[in-house]
């Protein structure tokens, strides 16, 4: 089992920055990909971004690309959610998520394991 739980969500201004983190338990997380997703109040979970379980390659969504950065620190055991350029759309909470597709890692469905989820609201 794997226990995932998410940190450093909060309230910024438009325009400015905030790093979320995701600390795994129970498993290596590097032996996963790891995905973010955010939803907002009556929308439905959206896709952010995804990084291979090497490490080697990164996918966004559109809404995010050049703005949000996924990292990844072995040795913490914790995936990082960058946010650069906050808009105020941006709003929602944000969740972390580990699985084991890549190539599908846009797809809800392909996590096997999910984290609590972080508030981020960026005032405009």
């Known amino acids: 089992q794997v226990q995932l739980v998410e940190s450093g969500g909060g309230l910024v201004q438009t325009g400015g920055s905030l790093r979320l983190d995701c600390a795994a338990s129970?498993?290596?997380?590097?032996?996963?990909?790891a995905g973010w997703f955010r939803q907002a109040p009556g929308k439905e979970r959206e896709f952010v971004g995804a990084?291979?379980?090497?490490?080697?390659?990164?996918n966004y969504a559109d809404s995010v690309e050049g703005r949000f950065t996924i990292s990844r620190d072995n040795a913490k055991n914790t995936v990082y959610l960058q946010m650069n350029s906050l808009k105020p759309e941006d709003t929602a909470v944000y969740y972390c998520?580990?699985?084991?597709?890549?190539?599908?890692?846009?797809?809800?469905?392909?996590?096997?394991?999910w984290g609590q989820g972080t508030q981020v609201t960026v005032s405009s």
């Open positions: 998520a580990a699985g084991g597709s890549y190539y599908i890692a846009s797809r809800p469905g392909s996590y096997n394991y």
């Open positions: 129970g498993r290596t997380f590097s032996s996963y990909v």
């Open positions: 990084l291979s379980g090497s490490g080697g390659s990164t």
